[in-house]
């Protein structure tokens, strides 16, 4: 993972497509701070998360349910502003997406305009298939998650392990 920063390109949506064809490993780690996302991009992580467990880990709250989509730009801000090659993929709070598809658009596109994000990521299942669509339409780089905390949490189906 880690090579010399003179030999290392800047990790692409196209590039992580690439890397996938070809077989090769692609790391992910999760940053919500300049700090962690300088050590772990110079480590030659390929993908760094700004996850809306940033709730969790920084803000204190059991769920992530309270982050909004102002967090998840500020952030994602303090992570671009220091990476020199890994993508930086930013998680869509709760509610940021479910609305409509039409604000679902608005608020990718504030994260990847206003905080530099390259990619967004959604969790979702069969009910963000349109979502997926509109923005596969639009180009904007996404990433899907089948994960339902968030919905679970709400439904009172999920439960903190601790």
């Known amino acids: 993972m880690s090579v010399s920063p003179t030999t290392r390109k800047r990790v692409t949506t196209r590039r992580l497509i690439d890397m996938k064809a070809a077989g090769k490993a692609i790391a992910c780690l999760t940053a919500y ?22 709730g969790n880990v920084i803000q204190g709250h059991d769920t992530t349910i309270p982050v909004t989509l102002e967090h998840m730009i500020y952030h ?7 990476v020199e090659h890994a993508i930086v993929v930013t998680d869509m709070p709760f509610m940021s997406y479910q609305v409509s598809p039409q604000e679902a658009f608005r608020n990718a596109g504030r994260l990847m ?14 009910r963000e298939a349109h979502d997926r669509q509109r923005h596969t339409c639009y ?11 968030s919905v679970r949490i709400l439904q009172g189906t999920w439960r903190n392990p601790t």
């Open 139 to 149: 180009g904007s780089p996404r990433t899907y998650s089948t994960e339902h905390t």
């Open 76 to 82: 994602t801000q303090a992570v671009v502003r220091v």
């Open 113 to 126: 305009k206003e905080a530099g994000s390259g990619a967004v990521k959604l969790a979702g299942g069969r």
């Open 33 to 54: 701070d300049a700090i962690t996302a300088e050590i772990l991009d110079k480590a030659g992580i390929d993908v760094l998360l700004v996850g809306d467990s940033v």
